[in-house]
């Protein structure tokens, strides 16, 4: 059996201390600095729990949307266990916008839509949708329905690198886009 032995200097032993100690520390700060500057995007910044109708257009105002105060519709929607690749696109959508519906696959969610009044081409039918479970917004987006509509991030006037600007060639494929998103 070999044992081995070392002789430290009491000086050297401190500044080897030290060094370790710095290093841990400026580690450290350099995690939680990347983390910070990586969080999931946008929602960081806003309330996300809503327990009523106020707290949900007080949501939407908070990302610069102006909205009737009313829902037009209020649906039952479940997220699907398996993702189709309309839902795949939908997801990075929320995924660029800090949510992720996959965390909510099977779940039963509430789909609350309100009609935008503040959207700069006044003459289209403006949607913000939002998706909520046990009274947390997981996700949502604004839309139009109309010919050659658009799908879009929650936050006005961000810019992401996501969106479906081929949500809807015609009221057929876009029936059939948003039904399945809903499904």
């Known amino acids: 059996m070999f044992v081995f032995s070392f002789k430290f200097p009491k000086k050297s032993f401190i500044s080897c201390t030290i060094g370790v100690v710095t290093f ?10 990347y983390n910070n500057i990586h969080a999931e995007p946008a929602m960081q910044k806003h309330e996300t729990k809503v327990r009523n109708n106020n707290d949900r257009v007080t949501f939407l105002s908070q990302l610069g949307w102006t909205v009737n105060s009313e829902p037009l519709e209020i649906e039952e929607i479940e997220i699907p266990n398996t993702f189709n690749s309309t839902y795949d696109e ?15 696959k099977g779940k039963t969610c509430r789909l609350f839509s309100y009609r935008i009044t503040n959207y700069p081409d006044t003459s289209l039918d403006v949607r913000a949708n939002l998706i909520v479970y046990n009274n947390k917004i997981i996700g949502g987006d604004i839309s139009s329905d109309k010919f050659k509509g658009f799908m879009h991030g929650l936050i006005k006037n ?6 479906i600007s ?18």
């Open 24 to 33: 841990a520390l400026i580690t450290l700060l350099a995690v939680n600095n």
């Open 90 to 104: 939908y997801n990075q959508l929320q995924i660029s916008q800090g949510f992720n519906l996959k965390k909510y």
């Open 158 to 163: 961000q810019k992401t690198d996501v969106s």
């Open 166 to 183: 081929n949500y809807a060639f015609d009221t057929a494929h876009e029936k059939q886009v948003y039904n399945s998103i809903k499904q």
